[in-house]
């Protein structure tokens, strides 16, 4: 019998209350069904992407996924448990989620958005507290928005709005985050910055992340897996150097590409030749 380390058992435990996936998952809007009969498991303690052409229904999926959305059929079963039984607050205490372009009341400041993040939290019994007051903050300092904190929202940049509310997410304090295109509206540096954070977030606790990103070398640098998309269907999924094939990528994105490694990381590396119309 193979010997484990307690210690390390205990580490191999601990990520399963992160536990996503979907069962026969249908979705769609009015008469238009985006996903169709969709069945993944999520890894836990891990960074998933989610990557496909525009309108393959990533974000239709995330949406789903975080309960935004309800299935027409088939279920999504969050550490087991069918998530549409179980209480909002319950399901906020254990997933945070950050949806395309979200909405915040005028005047709002940067603090009061990311206090909102703590509401999963207090009742009726348990009001604001020094912790969530540290909650808050830490997660302000970790996106680079605490001394923006008693700024209104609508005066900053897009790329400080989307840090803004990233930080509201961390500050939910949850297993496991669900991020729609968190990279939207920020230069490079800041994509960089807060991939690494995202990254930091799993390597520090174990957190579960799960993203939907557009960039596939980005994707390939910083996810531990990929779940590639195309026509609401899941087309595959797996290590990045396993999903990111010439082959792949012509069949999901209509993509001829060159791939090679990354020099920096080793990580699939995607060179675009140029359209299907161009060869």
């Not at 580490?11 to 209350?17: K, N, Y």
């Not at 206090?115 to 999963?120: D, I, M, S």
């Not at 396993?242 to 990354?262: C, G, Q, R, S, Y």
Request: hydrophobic content about 45%; aromatic content about 2%; overall charge negative.
């Amino acid at each position: 019998m193979k010997h484990v380390d307690p210690a390390t058992a205990r580490s191999a435990e601990r990520p399963a209350a992160a536990g996503l996936s979907a069962r026969e998952l249908r979705l769609g809007y009015g008469d238009r069904l985006v996903v169709d009969g969709l069945t993944l498991d999520l890894a836990s303690a891990a960074i998933t992407a989610i990557i496909g052409p525009n309108g393959c229904g990533k974000s239709t999926l995330l949406r789903g996924l975080g309960r935004l959305l309800k299935p027409r059929h088939g279920r999504v079963l969050l550490d087991g448990a069918d998530i549409a039984a179980l209480p909002t607050k319950e399901v906020a205490r254990r997933m945070a989620v950050l949806p395309q372009s979200p909405q915040a009341p005028e005047g709002l400041t940067v603090a009061d958005l990311v206090a909102r993040g703590r509401h999963p939290h207090q009742s009726w019994y348990r009001q604001w507290s020094p912790g969530d007051e540290e909650i808050v903050n830490a997660a302000l300092a970790k996106t680079g928005m605490l001394e923006f904190a008693e700024r209104p929202l609508e005066e900053m940049s897009g790329g400080q709005r989307q840090r803004a509310w990233i930080s509201m997410a961390l500050a939910q304090d949850t297993q496991l985050l669900l991020l729609d295109e968190p990279t939207t509206h920020l230069d490079l540096a800041h994509q960089v910055d807060v991939l690494e954070l995202l990254q930091k977030l799993h390597d520090e606790d174990g957190r579960t992340v799960v993203m939907v990103l557009h960039d596939l070398n980005l994707a390939a640098r910083y996810a531990h897996r990929l779940v590639a998309m195309r026509d609401g269907r899941v087309v595959a999924h797996g290590e990045p150097n396993e999903i990111l094939t010439e082959d792949l990528l012509n069949a999901v994105f209509d993509l001829p590409a060159k791939v090679i490694e990354d020099p920096v990381t080793g990580a699939p590396l995607v060179i675009p030749l140029g359209s299907r119309a161009d060869l």
